[in-house]
Every structure is written in C-alpha cells, then in structure tokens.
C-alpha cells in the first residue's frame, strides 16, 4: 500500500496537529498536585470522540478517570495504552520558558508532558484521523486505554484492569513511550523492566536531638547508611542474599537483538556529563547490563537538617527510596522478600521496609504481531532499521494492561520523543518534526497490524462488554 | 563573708531584675533572620553601663556587633561570656505563648532566648549591682564580652579576638551555658569538646536522571553510603585510620570527677523516648562515653527526591553533613586530615570534603582559679554539692577567646537553666526561681575570684588597651 496520500494529508494538517498538542499541554495536570486532572481527561475523551471512537470514563474509587475509547473494526483488536498526567515541573527556575507555555522555538515545542507522553496520543489520534480521510474506516479495531495516573504508580489502572479484563483482551498491545536514540534511530521495546520501589526508614529518638548526644544515642542516619552498605557493593553490584540467582539467562533472541544494540557512549556520556560507566564499563558489555541487569537505585535520602545554615543535630528519623528494576525472573515480592531476610540476617531488624509501588516485568517475543509491525513500518518512515530492545529499562503498569488476560497480552513501545526530550527533568521537549514523523508512521503500523500475516495466532478479542459513548 | 546582706538585696529586687530580662527577651535578636540585632547590642551595652562598667562595641566586618565591657579592678581580671542572640523560633506553632511575649506562668519565663542566655547575663548583670551596692566596688576587674553571632558560629568573635587579644588576657573565663540536671543539681563544666562539621559531597551525573540509568551511570548516593560506611562501625565506632590513637587517656582528675557524675539514665530515655543506648551502655560506661568520647554525627543526608508523589530517579549529587565532637587531643584540622587520608586509600578520592565549621575543644584544671571558685560557691545557694563535668559534650566558640593568649585562659561554665529548658525547641523557658538562685551564685563567684589563693599563679592581665565608653 502507498502512503502518499496519507502523507500529504498529514503534512498539510501538521500545524493543526501541532496546535492540537500545544492546547493539550497548556492544561496543567500533574497527578500528584490533582489540579486540572477533570478538564485533560474531558479534553481526551473529546478527543478520542474527534476521531470517532466510541468512549466512556471510567472512574475507580476516589482516583483520576481512565478515558477508554475504541475505534475501528476487524477481525484483530489492539489496545493503545497513554496516560494523560503529566511528571512535576521541579524547580521553575530550572526551565527556559513556563512549564505549560507551551512554545515552539525553533521547531522545538517545549512543555511539560509534550515528551511524557502527551505527544504520542496526539500523534496517535492524528494517525488514526488522517488513516480515516484518506483510507477510510480502520481495518483493526484500536482500544485506547488512557489514564490519569502515570505518576502515581497507576493504582486505579491496575484496579480498572482486573474488573475489566474483557474490555483488555487483543491481539498486542502499543505502548506510549519512546525515543530515537542519539544517532537518531527509532527505538522499539519489546518489554519493560519491572519495578519494586521502596522505602527504608529507621527510627531514633522521638525528635532530632542537639548533636552534642551522638556518642550515646543512637543516630537512624548511621543505622541506614550501614544497612544499605550492605545491599550494593563498593563496585555497584547488588549483594542481596540470594538475589543473583533469580536472574534468568538471555534467551537466543535477547543474544541476537543485544548484537545490533551498540549505545552512544560518547553521546551519553556528553549528555549526562559523566567520566565513565560504572565499574568502567564499556561496549556490548554496558548495552547488556543497561538492558539485562537488575538494578538498585538509591532514588533519594532524607534525614536531619540539610538545609542552609550551620545546625548540627542527631536526627530523629532517616529514610532512603530505593528502587529496584527487574529482569526476568525477578518479582517485585521476592525482592521485598529477599531484602527483608538479607537484612534481618545482618541484625537490621529495626529497619522498616515500606513498598512504594512496584509493577512486574513484561517481555514480549519480537514474532509476535506488534512487534513485526511496529519493526517492519520503521524503516520507510525513518530512513534506517530501528533499533529493538528487548526490554525497556525503564518500566510502566504494562502487567495491569497486558497481564489481565492470560497469556499475556505481547506489548511493544516507541514513540515520538528524542534524546534530549528530558521527560522528568526541566525543559521537557519534542522536535515537530519528529512529532509528524510520529504520525506518519504510526498510520503504517495501524495498517501493519491488520495486513500481517499471522504467525502465532491467538484468541480473537471480544466485542467490548460495556455501553461506550459515541 | 556572709551573704545576707546581698541575698536580702537581690530578693527585695528579684522583680526589677526579672522585668529586666523580660524586657530584653520582648526584644527579637535572632541572628540568622539578622533583624533588631542593633537594637539589643545597644540595650546590652546600656545594661553594662548602668553597673558602671566601661565599653565598647567592637564591629568586625559586617558581623553584628560585638559588646565589651569592664567593671571592677582588682589583682585579678576574670572575662564574662555571653551572647545577645538567640536561636530561630522555629515552628509557632509549637509554642503555647509567643516566642517573644516572655511571657510568665507559674514562676517560669517562657521566651526565645530566656535560657540562651539572655537570662545569664541578666543575672551576672544583677549580681554585680547588687554586690556593688551591698559591699562596694568589685574586688576584681570583671571583662564581658557579648557577641551576637552564637548562632552563626562566631565569625566576628574570632576576628575580635585576633585582633584584640591584649583586651582577652584575663586569670580565667566564665562561660554562659548551663543548667541543673534532672536531679536539681547545678552542673558545672570545665570545658567543652572541639567541633569539626563538615560536609561530605559525591556527584554523578550533571542533574537527576531517570532511574532506568542506574545499572551502568554511577550514582552519587550509592558512593556516599559506600563512603559512609568506612568512617563508623554498624556498632557505632569511629573507624577512621589512626583516629583512635589521638584520644587522649583520662588524667587522674578525669577519673576522680567521672565517679561523682550519674547520668538520669531512665529520665533521659524517657525524654528521647528511646529503648536503649548506643551499642547498650549504662551506668558509668555511658557517662564516660557521653563526655570524654569523640562523636562522629550524619546530621543530615540530602540527596534525590523523596518528597510527596513517587519520582524514581538516579541523583545527580548527594551531600552528607557529619559533626565531629573532638575531645584531646584531636582538632579539627587533624580530623580532616585523617578522614581525607581515610577516604583516598579506599578509593573514594572523588568524595569531595567541604568545612562547614570548626571549634577546638577547651579542658581547663579543676585546680584553676575560676573552677575552683565555681565548685566552691555552688553548695551554700543551691544545697547540694554540684555535678562537674570535666568537658561538655556540646561545643562552643571558647578556642576564641580563651584561645587568644597562651597559654589559653581556664574556662568554667554554669548558668541558670534547667533540665527542661529546651534552649534550642518551642518554649524555651527558665524558672524564677532558678535565676533568682542564679544571681546569688555568682555573687559569690565573684568574691570567690577575688578571695582564693592563688594556686597556680598566671600571668596578670594587663590594663585594657582600648579607650572606652564610661
């Protein structure tokens, strides 16, 4: 099939498509704040009606609505996963222009939320619109499932999914995250890590204290630095008991996709403004364990007065966020299990385990039908091969999506970010011209996935169960 | 001599003098806000000249003034420390009457600085006049010096003290802090430990990244803990290279004061709300360790995020502030020096050390003439015997003064509050009562300079070298 026609509508509506963005992300809603959360979630079922899907707001106990809407019709169903919530803006003063100016400079839109992940639903639903100007109706039926939650760890996802497992079930599953990478190739991911966050927190007196106590009263910021020291080596490498052995080798597959996986050192290293990897690192090496390896992340510690001005006090309390990101086949409760006994065994019983929030792995075979076709539309758009990942190292509540329905669903992930988008940092950004790329090939695998030929067919998805609004 | 006469003075005023500290506590001088910081330098400097005593207030820099004053003359010239400045409030919301009403329920003045210490030097104030007017002129040259800038570690006060140490040269000192122990017993010190408070700094990456980096970009706060983790043993023990060997053994004196002090172990726990001491000390262990065992305190570790609302990220810098209290022989340069040594050879040469402060300790003889005049005065006002601590655990800017001239000055330190004073939280408070005892005491303190043989003469102060105001 050409594209020409598809293309041309695309190009010649990209400002719209553009200005549709920019109004999106002058609505401020970030999740943990929970202002203006009602008006994006509006603004995406209207959206989603735009393009003529079938819709309802689904709303789980107290928490942000989840906009789900379906379009198209055929025998192959596919969900298409976004979240309309947006990260915190952090320091104001760290970003070039307002968080929610939303202002292109030099075809550079810059917004909280235009990276993460605003952007990719308004290129998928310009995708969709422009599929449907130009080719009519969509030959695979599209499940949006956009939620609110993002940043809270998606607890009403996750609620929403095991009432709805029907609403869930299809053939494959687009996720919203994604990059080129700094040579400017489009990422695929076939999978993400999954994650255990928590919180370790140790107790001392019931206040902090004048310092001049600290040869007798115990101090939490000691008793925490110790306990953690034991977790992860002088070298980096996790030290939990028992930990290692849970970790799976790499399939023929992930060996095959790590040799056409080779990071831009020099890029990143530039970028980050690092001297070097971790344990000196370099090569197939690093790609493996960027991809592979489970990790331990102290996110953040807090205790005592850190704060301008000379106090020196014996805190009351200290507490570090940690979080872990898990390969195969690492559980977020086997972590939790794990750590607990590893500290207990070292006499740290004292120090409290809180979880945070965690999600499971997802890996997905690059045979199934998302993955063909989100490989196989790349290259016309972009100009080079994509590079595919097996696992994102970042993770998402892909198991509540993809995990409703058994086997799970296969999910893949790209998107319209770039390199330097900075998704939780300041001046979040997308180029415009990868934006209308975005579109451009999102079209592709829309039609990719009804005109594969299927490898590993699986159960056709249902009609949807629920009365949605047109 | 008999007291009754002065005592019978200082009863009949016990008002007056309580409305003088009331007025100077209505005066805010927080010294970290910076504001009416003049006006109460101006207050104390008339306070000194209404007991006749000359002065002169001495501005270093931009530092907030430093009050001298001399009253008295005699043989012997003894130096009076005290502070005009007092702690920030912190929350009001803590307090049951504002900080600044001094406000008085029950016999207690409640008030922002009433126990530190304006209400010290009220009452040195007022047992100068009242020895002044029941017996005459003072038998000895008594040289205040009240600084603004306890609370800012005593930048001008070291200046000053450079500068002028021909104004510093005196038979010993008088300390401004004290209080009575939980037993109502009047605690007396004869020095303090020596502070070294540093900051230690790790940096990874030029900001925050996303976590799904933490398997291969180094991350500070790992490097932080790691660090950490060498300078004390889980047990509590300072494990720096060579540290240990600089800890002096206790003199003879040492041990003979050590039997006579008891710590209100079980009041003290209950204060702190705490199970135990560190590693499970007791009884005369855990004085010992209390005042003759250096500390090593995190008195804040600040890294990441871990404010509200989950955010998963791999640091970009990570800051530790330790608090050494030094006993002899150990000062701060040597503490630096050890703990950089100490860091190099275990490979974290990349932790940056950064001097926050530092104070040496002060130790003076129980023989010396101020300490015995302090020990011998207590019984007859207070009715027990006091307790004598050979060091106070806490620290103060004493190196500066009694520092100036060599060798240095023997320092004492005793004062009017109380075991619940809570000089540096909400409602700080001292009793009437207290102070009222307080005025007593240092009458005969100050006969007691004047009247003792001289054991272990020194050399004599010389007249003061600056003109001042009469």
Not at 21 to 44: I, N
Not at 342 to 350: E, P, V
Not at 420 to 433: A, F, K, T, Y
């Amino acid at each position: 099939m050409s594209f020409t026609r598809f293309d041309r509508y695309v190009d010649r509506h990209a400002r719209s498509f553009t200005e549709r963005l920019q109004d999106l992300c002058r609505m401020p809603s970030v999740a943990a704040r929970g202002t203006g959360m009602r008006a994006v979630a509006e603004k995406v079922e209207q959206m989603l009606q735009r393009v003529g899907a079938g819709t309802r707001a689904f709303k789980v106990g107290s928490g942000f609505p989840i906009i789900y809407g379906e379009c198209g019709a055929g025998p192959r169903c596919f969900l298409v996963y976004g979240h309309y919530d947006v990260q915190p803006v952090g320091q104001l003063t760290e970003w070039s222009s307002g968080p929610f100016a939303a202002v292109v400079v030099d075809g550079v839109l810059r917004a909280r939320g235009a990276s993460n992940s605003k952007g990719d639903l308004v290129a998928r639903l310009a995708a969709v619109e422009a599929y449907q100007k130009t080719y009519g109706k969509l030959p695979v039926c599209l499940r949006f499932v956009v939620e609110g939650e993002d940043g809270l760890a998606s607890p009403s996802l996750y609620r929403f999914a095991s009432e709805n497992a029907g609403l869930l079930r299809a053939d494959g599953c687009v996720w919203d995250d994604g990059y080129k990478d700094t040579r400017e190739r489009l990422v695929i991911n076939l999978g993400f890590k999954g994650i255990a966050f928590l919180e370790l927190r140790a107790y001392g007196a019931r206040t902090d204290l004048h310092s001049k106590w600290g040869g007798i009263v115990p101090n939490p910021a000691w008793r925490l630095v110790q306990a953690l020291s034991t977790v992860v080596s002088p070298k980096g490498v996790i030290t939990i008991d028992g930990f290692s052995s849970h970790v799976a080798p790499l399939t023929s597959d992930d060996r095959q996709m790590l040799k056409t996986i080779e990071l831009d050192e020099a890029g990143l290293r530039r970028e980050f403004r690092i001297g070097g990897w971790l344990h000196g690192m370099t090569g197939r090496e690093l790609a493996k364990e960027l991809i592979f390896g489970p990790t331990c992340t102290i996110c953040g510690i807090r205790t005592g007065h850190t704060e301008a001005g000379a106090k020196t006090i014996l805190p009351g309390a200290a507490t570090a966020r940690l979080d872990f990101r898990l390969v195969p086949d690492l559980t977020p409760e086997l972590v939790v299990t794990l750590l607990r006994e590893h500290l207990d065994k070292r006499g740290f019983l004292d120090v409290e385990i809180n979880e945070l929030g965690s999600a499971p792995y997802a890996k997905s075979s690059p045979a199934s039908m998302v993955a063909r076709a989100a490989i196989e539309a790349a290259g016309e758009v972009y100009g080079q091969p994509p590079v595919v990942y097996p696992l994102d190292p970042a993770s998402g509540p892909v198991g509540a999506v993809c995990g409703a329905n058994d086997p799970p669903t296969p999910v893949v992930s790209f998107g319209i970010s770039h390199a330097g988008s900075n998704p939780h940092g300041p001046d979040e950004n997308i180029r415009l011209d990868d934006f209308i790329q975005g579109v451009k090939y999102f079209g592709r695998v829309i039609h990719g996935l009804a005109a594969l030929e299927d490898e590993a067919p699986q159960k056709r998805a249902q009609t949807a169960l629920v009365k949605l609004n047109k």
